[in-house]
């Protein structure tokens, strides 16, 4: 089993930096992959960015491409995104999930986090 608990979200300016954390209680061979996603008030969950656990295989949004940067410490057991340039469209729950592949299927992950909040104002 995976837990993951996410953190630092918070509120800031556009043009703003947030850079958000994931803790993971331990990895499993199925969860390869970890991965970020977002969900704003009445929309579909959407995919963020999501990275290999052992490689260095990364996919982004095109939305937050040149913006966001994912990666991890796996001595530690965490993903972090770093996101630059916030916008308000940025405004959403981020949720840290993890999966078997990097990609932008939420299907191909099982686990997830409670999520945590980003509200860039404008």
């Known amino acids: 089993q995976v837990q993951l608990v996410e953190s630092g979200g918070g509120l800031v300016q556009a043009g703003g930096s947030l850079r958000l954390s994931c803790a993971a209680s331990?990895?499993?061979?199925?969860?390869?992959?970890m991965g970020w996603f977002r969900q704003a008030p009445g929309k579909e969950r959407e995919f963020v960015a999501a990275?290999?656990?052992?490689?260095?295989?990364?996919a982004y949004a095109d939305s937050v491409k040149g913006r966001f940067t994912i990666s991890r410490n796996r001595a530690a057991n965490t993903v972090s995104l770093q996101m630059n340039s916030l916008k308000p469209e940025d405004t959403a729950i981020y949720y840290c999930a993890a999966g078997r592949l990097v990609i932008a299927t939420p299907h191909n992950y099982d686990y997830w986090g409670q999520g945590t909040q980003v509200t860039v104002s404008s």
């Open positions: 331990r990895r499993t061979f199925s969860s390869s992959a």
């Open positions: 990275i290999s656990w052992s490689y260095d295989n990364t």
